[in-house]
Nanobody
Framework: QVQLVESGGGLVQPGGSLRLSCVAS????????MGWYRQVPGKERELVAT???????TYADSMKGRVTVSRDNVKNMVYLQMNSLKPEDTAVYYC???????????WGQGTQVTVSV
């Protein structure tokens, strides 16, 4: 069983930055994909960014150039550096760890990010 705990959310002004962190407990191997998704009320959860154990990353078009995903395979952590934040980035951000083509797909409890003056 894998448990994920996010941190780093909060209130930030437009144009500001936040860094989200997620630590995974349990057995996480380099073949797991780690990443971040977000959700606002009434909408489906959507991809923000993912990263493989080898460091290959994928970004949502709406976030490209403003966010950077990284991971520490030794500490079982994944990070999301967000810059130039906009009010429309306000959402609950969820950490995700999954093993492709398997039933192993884990979610954190979410951390609120609010971008407002």
């Amino acid at each position: 069983q894998v448990q994920l705990v996010e941190s780093g959310g909060g209130l930030v002004q437009p144009g500001g930055s936040l860094r989200l962190s997620c630590v995974a407990s349990g057995s996480i191997f380099n073949n797991y994909i780690m990443g971040w998704y977000r959700q606002v009320p009434g909408k489906e959860r959507e991809l923000v960014a993912t990263i493989t154990g080898g460091g290959s990353s994928t970004y949502a078009d709406s976030m490209k150039g403003r966010v950077t995903v990284s991971r520490d395979n030794v500490k079982n952590m994944v990070y999301l550096q967000m810059n130039s934040l906009k009010p429309e980035d306000t959402a609950v951000y969820y950490c995700n760890v999954r093993l492709p083509w398997s039933r192993y797909n884990y979610w954190g409890q979410g951390t609120q990010v609010t971008v407002s003056v």
